[in-house]
């Protein structure tokens, strides 16, 4: 299974754009790499998923060099909500490898 | 639709009980899975399945069974509960209809379990 490195914990003020990286350096062909968000005490949350160059929906934008070897969560103008962790998983589950681990995920601080 | 659900919230246990934490979910999803989240840790894989009668295990399936006689529900069982089996568990579903892009995981509220 492809394991996926984060940073643990990054800082922000509102209103900053907020840029995560993860690196996935045995990434395989088939895989896809999809970001969730987790609040405190609830289940995790599907925020964007792709397979490379640059993704975007109404929350953040996903960007995903032509190595596909790392990819970067952008979440623009960030507020206090946006306070919680992150995590990368990569996968494939249209495959037998249909195991998707998370990994320790980036906790966001926002700051007023 | 209710989505993933899961019963009981909160559960304590003495150890050497055994119990089932209850997962359900009305999207018609083939792919269900367990995970379990220690304080302050990210989620680890415990078991799941991609269909009725179809089970494989995760990361970490010492001390739990799993089963899947229908595509809706998903049961967990702790077979002998230890102290280290204290923590947060999640279910989680998904389509596995569409390639790659869309296969989001839907998640349950998780049940809290402490061991005693």
């Known amino acids: 299974l492809a394991k996926t490195t984060q940073p643990i914990s990054m800082d922000s003020y509102e209103g900053q754009e907020v840029n995560i990286t993860c690196s996935h350096n045995?990434?395989?062909?088939?895989?896809?790499i999809t970001w969730y968000q987790q609040f405190p005490s609830q289940g995790p949350r599907f925020i964007i998923q792709?397979?490379?160059t640059k993704v975007t929906n109404e929350v953040a934008s996903l960007f995903i060099p032509a190595d596909r070897k790392s990819s970067t969560l952008s979440l623009p103008r960030v507020s206090l909500s946006d306070t919680a962790v992150y995590y990368c998983?990569?996968?494939?589950?249209?495959?037998?490898?249909?195991?998707?681990?998370f990994g320790s995920g980036t906790r966001l601080q926002v700051q007023p | 639709n209710a989505g993933v659900t899961q019963t009981p919230k909160f559960q304590v246990l003495k150890t050497g009980q055994s119990m089932t934490l209850q997962c359900a979910q009305d999207?018609?999803?083939?792919?269900m899975s367990w995970y379990r989240q220690d304080p302050g840790m990210g989620l680890r894989l415990i078991h799941y399945?991609?269909?009725?009668?179809?089970?494989d295990q995760g990361e970490v399936p010492n001390g739990y069974n799993v089963s899947r006689s229908t595509t809706e529900d998903f049961p967990l069982r702790l077979l002998s509960a230890a102290p280290s089996q204290t923590s947060v568990y999640f279910c989680?579903?998904?389509?596995?209809?569409?390639?790659?892009?869309?296969?989001?995981?839907?998640f349950g509220p998780g049940t809290r379990l402490t061991v005693l």
């Open positions: 989680a579903s998904s389509s596995l209809k569409n390639h790659g892009a869309g296969n989001e995981q839907f």
């Open positions: 045995n990434i395989a062909t088939n895989d896809y």
């Open positions: 792709g397979y490379k």
């Open positions: 998983l990569v996968g494939d589950m249209d495959t037998g490898r249909r195991a998707l681990t």
């Open positions: 999207m018609n999803h083939e792919y």
């Open positions: 399945s991609v269909g009725a009668g179809i089970t």
